[in-house]
């Protein structure tokens, strides 16, 4: 998977919004491939952020896309959920990527 910047992030943000109404809410799978279909990718092209261990990380790994965990508060990961990046803050990102290439 490539990083392609801010771009894809926006790309992924608007796409979200523009979700039907009605439409499945996080952690179930439905809603991650209703953001793929409305975004026009594949679970293995995504990266999903997000501050809940279940609802985010969970709910994106179940669909199958790689997930990255906003720890703001240094809480232990539990059992049986994997995230591929564990980070303090936003800001911790970019490096953490780059890291991992």
């Known amino acids: 998977m490539?990083?392609?910047?801010v771009e894809l992030a926006i790309?992924?943000?608007l796409g979200l919004a523009a979700l039907?109404?009605?439409?499945a809410y996080k952690p179930s799978?439905?809603?991650?491939?209703q953001a793929l279909a409305a975004l026009g990718l594949r679970a293995d092209e995504v990266l999903h952020v997000g501050d809940s261990i279940s609802a985010d990380v969970g709910?994106?790994?179940t669909a199958g896309i790689t997930a990255v965990w906003v720890n703001r508060r240094g809480r232990p990961v539990p059992d049986g959920i994997d995230p591929a990046l564990v980070i303090g803050d936003?800001?911790?990102?970019t490096a953490k990527l780059r890291q991992a290439r």
């Open 20 to 23: 039907p109404p009605g439409g």
């Open 59 to 61: 709910g994106a790994q």
């Open 90 to 93: 936003l800001t911790d990102l």
């Open 29 to 33: 799978p439905l809603m991650f491939q």
């Open 11 to 13: 790309a992924a943000g």
């Open 2 to 5: 490539a990083v392609t910047g």
